[in-house]
């Protein structure tokens, strides 16, 4: 085991809960007669988001804007009704995580920690899977906004993150994972993924491979752009040109990860290869079993994510290691407006020849 690189990254998130739904939770005889969030945000003519930023002081708000709100909330007669918002608190000590694909080890793997660390801090995960799809993202944002969740972790699908903007809560924090959508303006934690793949083709550069075939996720992800971006840095200090026709797309699935080495092997001469998911590995290992391709005497493979079967294959398949550790603490304070102080940490932290 060669140690080639660990990255951390510290995010404090912190969550707050708003009391634009104290209305619909009061149910005294004249609670209807109560002027709501709705009605204050409307006479002073912003969001609820924002009236609620300006009640707990959770985000800076222009002094003009606080001013109105403050004068709006005066004229209505308005109070902010803490024991709601407790209430309301004590409904939604969940956070929400949107994974791509739950097939994939690396993703159950980072529901699991997370999972770990907020169970003993008294949350429940809600977990959605989108099969790579993001129209079935945007229902997985809707169903647990609905659900009011303190918090959500996505690890999006989207190119953009105009795609999903609409469909992100104004008012719940969202930290983005693994994949960072272009405009994206969240807080957000990644693993080095350039610096892995760099790492891991410049170990079959150093073996003596000039032909190194690449498997790629699909097109739109930031992990397959940078993936092959630390491929391409590799072979550039190697000073060897970057062959189009050696990069192969495998859709971050099993069954591309197969056709593509199927390609590569039947239309190039490649001597080794580096595939940059552990679901198109699967693929890919599979088309060479079935073609009588041995690794690594015929063939060299390195794959990019670790996972448990790598351990048991003749011989035991290579990989660069994700580490995906995550810690955490929960502190409560002013009726959970901040509900948790937590610390991520993602590595790629270790090339593995097994």
């Given amino acids: 085991m060669i140690d080639i690189y660990e990255r951390s990254v510290m995010m404090y998130v912190n969550d707050y809960v708003n009391d634009y739904v104290h209305?619909?939770?009061?149910?005294?005889?004249?609670?209807?007669?109560?002027?709501?969030?709705?009605?204050?945000?409307q006479k002073a003519d912003v969001s609820t988001a924002t009236v609620s930023h300006v009640i707990n002081g959770t985000r800076y708000v222009a002094e003009t804007t606080a001013t109105r709100v403050q004068l709006a909330m005066k004229a209505l007669?308005?109070?902010?009704?803490?024991?709601?918002?407790?209430?309301?608190?004590?409904?939604?000590?969940?956070?929400?995580?949107?994974?791509?694909?739950?097939?994939?080890?690396f993703f159950t793997s980072v529901v699991k920690g997370i999972e770990d660390v907020l169970e003993k801090a008294g949350y429940q995960l809600l977990v959605g899977n989108t099969?790579?799809?993001?129209?079935?993202?945007?229902?997985?944002?809707?169903?647990?906004?609905?659900?009011?969740?303190?918090?959500?972790?996505v690890a999006t699908s989207a190119l953009d993150v105009k795609d999903i903007q609409m469909y992100l809560p104004e008012d719940v924090p969202i930290v983005f994972i693994d994949r960072i959508p272009k405009g994206m303006d969240q807080p957000s934690v990644t693993v080095a993924n350039e610096e892995g793949a760099y790492s891991a083709v410049s170990e079959l550069?150093?073996?003596?491979?000039?032909?190194?075939?690449?498997?790629?996720?699909?097109?739109?992800?930031?992990?397959?752009?940078?993936?092959?971006?630390?491929?391409?840095?590799a072979l550039q200090e190697a000073k060897l040109p970057y062959n189009t026709a050696l990069v192969k797309s495998g859709d971050s699935h099993v069954q591309g990860g197969y056709n593509a080495c199927k390609h590569l092997f039947e239309?190039?001469?490649?001597?080794?290869?580096?595939?940059?998911?552990?679901?198109?590995?699967?693929?890919?290992?599979?088309?060479?079993k079935e073609q009588n391709i041995h690794i690594p005497r015929e063939v060299a493979v390195i794959g990019f994510d670790d996972y448990e079967w790598a351990n048991i294959t003749a011989p035991p398949l290579s990989v660069v290691h994700q580490l995906c550790l995550i810690s955490g603490s929960v502190h409560r304070k002013n009726c959970l407006r901040k509900l948790m102080n937590s610390r991520l940490k993602t590595a790629t932290s270790c090339?593995?020849?097994?």
Wanted: glycine share 8%; proline share 2%; with cysteine.
């Fill in 131 to 153: 099969n790579e799809r993001v129209d079935v993202e945007i229902q997985k944002l809707q169903a647990f906004t609905s659900q009011q969740v303190s918090g959500l972790i």
């Fill in 23 to 41: 209305h619909n939770l009061l149910k005294g005889s004249d609670s209807m007669n109560k002027p709501s969030i709705r009605d204050v945000a």
């Fill in 267 to 288: 239309t190039e001469q490649i001597t080794a290869l580096f595939v940059a998911n552990n679901l198109m590995c699967i693929g890919a290992i599979t088309y060479l």
């Fill in 205 to 233: 550069l150093s073996t003596g491979h000039k032909h190194i075939g690449m498997i790629t996720g699909l097109n739109q992800l930031s992990t397959t752009v940078e993936r092959t971006s630390g491929y391409k840095r």
């Fill in 351 to 354: 090339w593995q020849r097994r």
């Fill in 77 to 105: 007669g308005y109070i902010p009704n803490h024991a709601a918002k407790t209430l309301r608190s004590q409904k939604t000590s969940t956070i929400g995580i949107i994974v791509p694909d739950l097939a994939n080890h």
